[in-house]
């Protein structure tokens, strides 16, 4: 389809012109995020793509961006929250961590990588360096390894 075939005809409506507002930069590369991963961008998509793709490598839970969804007054479900952060995650957008069995954290960096875990604090957050794998075991026969996930878990030290 050409550009030509857009253009609204003019003259028909005695009305001010309406000029749809151009999308600005967060949206478009939303956009552009969503259409290359094949999503449809449904608003509440956008919404939440915005939240999570636009302000760097974010580690976060579906309670968490679904009380700053509501702060950007973006009125989501928790559900339609967590639907759409699995939706992201099957399309490769975000990885998923579960850091202590119950709570998934999801990482807008969804390359292998090592984390710590505050407990008490919810927290999940890169290991920067200090890791090295020298080994991984041989697969059982049959089986290749899919992924990795190392998990340090920290906890405040008691005061002495
Ligand atoms: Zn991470």
Redesign the pocket.
Known sequence: MDMQATTIPAGDDSGPDVVAPEPDEGVQRCLQLLGDAGLRPTRQRLALGQLLFLRG?R?VTAEGLHEEAMAANAYLSLATVYNTLNQFTEAGLL?R?AADGIKSFF?T?TSV?P?FYLEGEDL???VADGLTFTKLPEALPGHEIARLDVIVHLRRKRAT
């Open positions: 490598h580690h990885r961590t990482d960096d990588h984390h999940l957050v890169d």
